[in-house]
């Protein structure tokens, strides 16, 4: 949930992110590190941003300095020990510039016990009464609270009091300083067995008093004896171990619903308190023992609240493993020898080593050595890729069977990894129109429900003609009912289950709106260069004429287009160095803008253009003979030459291989030709199959739209199998294209796949915009909504899958925590639901059933994989 936003502020301030890449202000308490950034518009040049720096860096206690000239803000981290924000200010004055405003800081809290909405609303409640509070997030999903804060007004720990005066213990708090202290993390701490945590041991002797007391109560009557009396009222020996029980196992329970009465939150807690204290006055007000229902109440409940605590921490896990995957060290090159040192340590342009077996601990690119590197934890590809020397590596991934030296390219907070964890963790706090709705039906469901349970209590005995001990239970079991927590918890569980499985296999979704969105989509749009083709022309056909070979033609046309700084060009070259082709001596190079180029090899005048430049050249296209080993090579053999190789170039081979969207080049001299190389931009070998499989899943309309001309976006539709296609677009007239989608779409939406760069525009417009190959780019992760962190077309129809089911699974939660609350609660009044059902029925079962149907996501794979 989000708390209001003290002073007209933008909740999502404290997570926002600016030029510089690092967060505005932030702060930890324990260790005293904090940061605040400060707007300073005159700190506009190198020669400004020096003179701040060093003003600022005399005070005591400063840890790190970081002018932003092109957004004229300063970042400062320092020891609020030692230096307050206010000195800092007063340090950038007396250099000579004004400071404008200054950001609050923010800190990141743990609170592991706050696992459902009624616990975030009693933190909220606590925050809210901090001054100096600017804006606050609770993340129950992953037991967290963000809060931003003037530090001028309130410090770290006033923020840590306040939470642990709700009632839930902080165990960590990082701010942009890093851990505030030294104890044990919280994510450490949740790794904890809970079934031995100090809140089970408790509970479970609380059930071995109620046990012993049943025992007394229905199968040892004779031994029941009298031991006590309180009020006139006897107490026997069942009642005194059932009170037993309520005191051991209602303990927490009564504390909590104490900080929520002082929080005047109507919770769980609170509800669950007034109904166990209710049991017992309810005992001495009518003479008739309900020690047994306190019992039971105080029981059952604590091992629903395990069971919460233990289904909750199952979706936490998920991120928790995100965490896992970069290593806490990693060996860096010093001078002759390596040290071992904290990832945090390790800068920028360091050389880390990495042997076999091992995490890479940093995005980087490869120095020496090479390797394959399973990149799976990042990309999600399910097959190691191949490492040499200048290629990029990411943060996590693990490097198989070869020694590397890596260059660090981003520091540990900026790494690819990192970013992942980051936007993951805040897609969690951007609610999907279900959560919406969910936060709005439960702020009224539980008033009508208590409301209901005080009508049901004063109006059975009369309608129904039960005792006010029945009735008093009867009110009871529905107070246990009132809590919506399973409802309430429903939605959240199921996107972060859904969005963390996605990035485990390469998909990172940046919020719960986007994957609700995905799923709902009917028309899906491609870009076609780097979307549905690879991106990068190569030499397709190569067909030898007049006697010449598919070896020779190749080294003829290398030496005219090695010098050559054409895409086409580059391509041919490429292709004859994976054949192996030697070169040959050029001379006279002269590039032909528009037509080809020509060249001198080994003495020889040689020409490669398009097939115009030969025609201008006086060739006969319509009548050249084909290398072949007797057989024949093409269906157009003419008759009017006395062999059988014969083909038609003009008419027949070169439109042949256009249609298929391939750029034709001849080579030849200025005599004869020597062949044809076909060169195109090719298909994903993945294309076809991820479209058919996007129809399959109920995608109604599939659409490519592309800058490139008519016949090549033809060719690539009708060999992917688009519905349609659209070519010779600009980014406007793409931008244009997604709009008119969106407007004849089934209220479904648009998908929108490019390469999150040249696409920027349309992903933007779209319903939903999906980057491709996005790991170790920031535009791409900036730019889309979702990311394909992998170059791989296949992960597109999973995602689709993924969207769909977790938009099924979030509706099965809703109705099926709601309906069955519902349904107890109207035979509550009737006497078919005693109050053990409503604990664990209404409350453990639901939880756990929708948090068990949520992590069914986790289940889902990428097809093939």
Not at 47 to 70: F, H, M, Q, T, Y
Not at 367 to 376: D, L, P, R
Not at 690 to 710: C, F, P, Q
Not at 813 to 823: E, F, H, M, P, T
Request: charged share 25%.
């Amino acid at each position: 949930m989000t708390g209001s936003a003290r002073g007209g502020r933008d909740a999502g301030r404290p997570n926002s992110q600016d030029e510089g890449g690092g967060r505005e202000g932030g702060a930890s308490a324990g260790s005293d590190g904090a940061a605040a950034t400060f707007d300073v518009p005159d700190m506009d040049c190198p020669s400004c941003a020096g003179k701040v720096k060093r003003s600022v860096s005399k005070l005591d206690g400063i840890e790190d300095v970081d002018p932003r000239i092109a957004s004229g803000r300063l970042t400062v981290t320092y020891d609020a020990g030692a230096t307050t924000a206010d000195d800092i200010e007063d340090r950038i004055e007396k250099a000579g510039y004004r400071v404008e405003g200054r950001s609050e800081a923010t800190v990141s809290l743990s609170v592991p016990g706050m696992d459902c909405a009624s616990c975030a609303g009693k933190v909220e409640s606590a925050l809210d009464r901090v001054e100096g509070v600017e804006t606050h997030e609770t993340r129950p999903t992953t037991g967290s609270v963000s809060v931003a804060y003037d530090e001028r007004a309130v410090s770290p720990d006033d923020l840590v009091s306040a939470v642990e005066g709700a009632g839930y213990e902080v165990t960590d708090a990082k701010g942009q300083g890093g851990d505030t202290d030294g104890s044990v993390s919280g994510d450490e701490r949740g790794r904890d067995s809970i079934w031995t945590s100090s809140r089970a041991v408790k509970t479970w002797i609380s059930g071995v008093f109620l046990t012993i007391g049943l025992a007394f109560e229905f199968f040892l009557p004779g031994s029941n004896a009298q031991v006590a009396s309180a009020l006139g009222t006897e107490l026997l020996l069942a009642d005194v171990l059932f009170l037993l029980a309520v005191a051991t196992g209602g303990q927490a329970i009564l504390r909590n619903g104490y900080y929520s009465a002082r929080n005047l939150n109507l919770d769980i807690d609170f509800l669950m308190s007034v109904a166990i204290v209710g049991a017992l006055l309810a005992s001495l007000a009518f003479g008739e023992a309900l020690y047994f229902e306190a019992a039971t109440l105080a029981f059952l409940f604590s091992v629903a609240e395990l069971l919460e605590r233990y289904s909750m921490d199952r979706a936490r896990n998920s991120l928790r493993e995100l965490m896992d995957l970069s290593p806490d060290e990693a060996t860096v090159k010093r001078g002759d020898g390596t040290e071992t040192v904290p990832v945090e340590a390790v800068e920028p342009g360091d050389v880390v080593v990495v042997r076999p077996g091992e995490k890479i601990p940093m995005d980087g690119t490869v120095e020496t050595g090479g390797s394959a590197v399973n990149q799976a934890p990042i990309t999600g590809e399910s097959v190691p890729v191949d490492k040499t020397v200048g290629d990029d590596v990411y943060a996590g991934s693990i490097n198989e069977d070869g020694y590397l030296e890596i260059r660090v390219t981003a520091a540990a907070s900026d790494n690819t990894l990192s970013r992942i964890v980051e936007m993951v963790e805040d897609a969690q706090s951007k609610k999907t129109e279900r959560e919406q709705f969910v936060e709005r039906f439960s702020a009224y469901y539980t008033p009508v429900v208590v409301a209901f349970a005080v009508v049901v209590t004063l109006g059975t005995p009369f309608v129904f003609g039960v005792g006010w001990p029945t009735a008093v239970v009867y009110g009871l079991t529905l107070l246990v009912l009132a809590c919506p927590c399973a409802f309430v918890i429903s939605t959240p569980v199921s996107v972060v289950s859904g969005i963390t499985s996605a990035a485990k296999n390469g998909v990172l979704i940046k919020g719960g709106s986007h994957l609700e969105a995905m799923g709902a989509v009917d028309v899906v749009a491609f870009d076609k260069t780097g979307t549905l083709t690879s991106g990068e022309l190569t030499v397709t056909d190569v067909v030898p004429l007049n006697g010449n070979s598919e070896a020779e033609v190749l080294r003829c046309a290398r030496g005219l287009e090695e010098r050559s700084e054409h895409p086409v060009g580059e391509a041919i070259v490429a292709a004859a160095n994976s054949a192996g082709v030697d070169g040959r001596t050029v001379d006279d190079f002269e590039s032909l803008t528009g037509k080809g180029v020509r060249a001198t090899l080994d003495g020889t005048p040689h020409i490669a253009g398009k097939p115009g430049l030969f025609e201008e050249l006086g060739f006969d296209l319509e009548h050249v003979h084909a290398t072949t080993d007797g057989g024949v090579v093409t269906q157009t053999a003419q008759e009017i030459c006395e062999r059988n190789d014969c083909v038609d170039l003009l008419h027949g081979t070169v439109p042949e291989l256009q249609s298929e969207g391939k750029t034709v080049v001849l080579v030849g001299t200025a005599d004869e030709l020597e062949g044809v190389i076909a060169v195109a931009d090719e298909v994903r070998p993945e294309a076809e199959r991820a479209v058919a499989r996007l129809k399959e899943l109920g995608v109604s309309r599939t659409v490519m739209l592309t800058g490139d001309n008519e016949r090549t976006a033809r060719a690539i539709a009708e060999r992917v199998g688009v519905d349609e296609y659209r070519a010779e677009l600009l980014p406007e007239e793409k931008v244009d294209s997604v709009r008119e989608l969106i407007d004849t779409s089934e209220d479904g939406g648009v998908a929108m796949i490019g390469d999150g760069i040249n696409d920027a525009p349309a992903l933007a417009t779209a319903t939903v915009g999906i980057a491709m190959g996005a790991a170790g780019t920031d535009t791409a992760l900036e730019t889309a909504d979702i990311a394909l962190m992998a170059d791989d077309l296949a992960k597109l129809p999973y995602l689709y899958e993924l969207a769909n089911d977790a938009n099924g699974v979030i509706r099965q939660n809703i109705w099926a925590s709601l309906g069955i609350k519902a349904l107890l609660a109207v035979a509550v009044p009737f006497g078919y639901v005693p109050i053990w059902l409503a604990v664990l029925a209404g409350d453990a079962g639901m939880t756990v059933g929708v948090t068990s149907n949520a992590m069914r996501l986790a289940r889902l794979r990428p097809e093939g994989e």
